[in-house]
């Protein structure tokens, strides 16, 4: 019954900590942060890395988190290291710090084909102003408007990937604005504050009930 639902988009984060910052870095970080599991796209980031890396050999392209081990789908971590040492990606391992480590990067990128809920941390990258590239994917989609705070691609596509960095990578406007645009819609909906007020309303109206 409809009446008898209420949904609370995503954990929140808190905007005092993940907050716009202006970055000079003379060889900018496209960055991807998550559970190291094949459907989170580990294996597209790494292939849209090296077709980039064709044209540019500047850019650095980091992967943030560590293997479950306990899950099938896990990247092995001999793959991860194989990676790092051919210098297509740095692996960077599991990292507490996040709230730096992206604010570090220019564009984070998400091209998950996993049953995401909605990612926490491309609601900490929409938070901190950066644009995010992410599949087309629920959970995904509720965080990124396509053309407005990123690009949403299809699943599994590493052209795809490669070619909205290379377009983001020369156009410093487009990466503000679309930045601010991700942390007004962070500040609207996904504030750990709102977050916080509407569990808590549930609960008001559950006591009320009784």
């Known amino acids: 019954d409809k009446d008898n639902i209420s949904i609370i988009k995503g954990s929140g984060v808190d905007l005092t900590e993940y907050t716009p910052t202006s970055i000079n870095n003379t060889a900018p970080i496209i960055l991807f942060a998550s559970r190291l599991l094949w459907q989170k796209g580990v294996a597209d980031f790494v292939t849209a890395a090296s077709i980039v890396r064709e044209n540019n050999n500047v850019v650095r392209f980091v992967i943030v988190g560590e293997p479950d081990t306990n899950n099938p789908n896990s990247v092995p971590?001999?793959?991860?290291?194989?990676?790092?040492?051919?210098?297509?990606?740095?692996?960077?391992?599991?990292?507490?710090?996040?709230?730096?480590?992206?604010?570090?990067?220019?564009?984070?990128?998400?091209?998950?084909?996993?049953?995401?809920?909605?990612?926490?941390?491309?609601?900490?990258?929409?938070?901190?102003?950066?644009?995010?590239?992410?599949?087309d994917m629920p959970g995904c989609r509720e965080i990124v408007i396509h053309e407005v705070n990123g690009f949403l691609i299809p699943a599994r596509d590493p052209d795809a990937i490669a070619m909205h960095i290379n377009q983001l990578l020369v156009d410093d406007e487009l990466c503000m604005n679309?930045?601010?645009?991700?942390?007004?819609?962070v500040e609207s909906e996904?504030?750990?504050?709102?977050?916080?007020?509407?569990?808590?309303?549930?609960?008001?109206?559950?006591i009320g009930l009784t």
């Open 77 to 135: 971590v001999a793959t991860l290291y194989e990676w790092n040492d051919k210098g297509i990606v740095e692996w960077w391992g599991f990292k507490n710090e996040m709230s730096t480590i992206i604010s570090q990067s220019k564009i984070v990128v998400l091209p998950s084909y996993y049953g995401e809920g909605i990612p926490k941390v491309l609601i900490e990258a929409a938070a901190s102003a950066k644009p995010i590239i992410t599949t």
């Open 178 to 185: 679309m930045g601010i645009e991700g942390r007004k819609l």
């Open 190 to 206: 996904f504030s750990i504050d709102k977050v916080n007020a509407e569990t808590l309303q549930i609960y008001d109206d559950l």
